[in-house]
């Protein structure tokens, strides 16, 4: 063979092997996304429920022991606009940057690029019991609720209208 022969034979199997590779590996479905196609990789998550239609909560949501998952959608365009995690009757994870169950579950559901992304997140303010974080990804939403601890991904760039709702509601009245 010649050399230009053995370089397109080898170029063109490493992009074969890159195509199967992406083709096998599940996408991450994050915020922004379709809800068609964080509904279909939730189905590959062993540590997620089966996501429903919840009308009422204009979303998708499940319930897998004391995991709760929500992926919120506009009702427009399909489009994900924030996603959250609810862990109840756990003493041992809460939603801090410097939680290593909090890391190590983000790091199961999504990916390390996920799970670094909010463990080297940037603490930004607290709104009533919100703490508000900016990586370089996503944004952050970390709350200890009844019985458990949350976080909400966010896009990026929606961090500074998710804080500027959450003042306007502690004085307003909003819906929930």
């Known amino acids: 063979m010649h050399k230009s022969s053995k370089f397109n034979y080898l170029f063109n199997a490493t992009l074969c092997a890159i195509a199967v590779i992406l083709a096998v590996t599940p996408a991450n479905a994050l915020p922004e996304q379709n809800i068609s196609t964080v509904v279909k990789w939730a189905k590959t998550r062993p540590q997620l429920p089966t996501l ?3 009308s009422e909560a204009h979303g998708y949501e499940g319930t897998k022991g004391n995991l709760y998952f929500y ?3 506009t009702s427009q365009n399909g489009i994900v606009t924030k996603e959250g995690i609810t862990v109840s009757g756990s003493d041992r994870l809460k939603f801090t940057t410097k939680n290593a169950n909090a890391v190590k579950l983000l790091q199961n559901i999504y990916n390390s690029n996920i799970a ?4 080297k997140s940037r603490y930004i303010t607290k709104v009533g019991h919100d703490q508000y974080y900016r ?3 996503f944004a952050y939403i970390a709350a ?3 019985g458990g601890s949350s976080l909400q991904i ?3 760039n929606k961090l500074q209208e998710f804080i500027d709702n959450a003042k306007y509601c502690q004085t ?3 819906d929930v």
């Open 154 to 156: 966010i896009p990026l």
């Open 135 to 137: 990586g370089q990804k």
């Open 172 to 174: 307003n009245q909003c």
């Open 52 to 54: 429903r239609y919840n």
């Open 71 to 73: 992926a919120d959608v």
């Open 116 to 119: 670094n992304d909010f463990q």
């Open 144 to 146: 200890e609720v009844q």
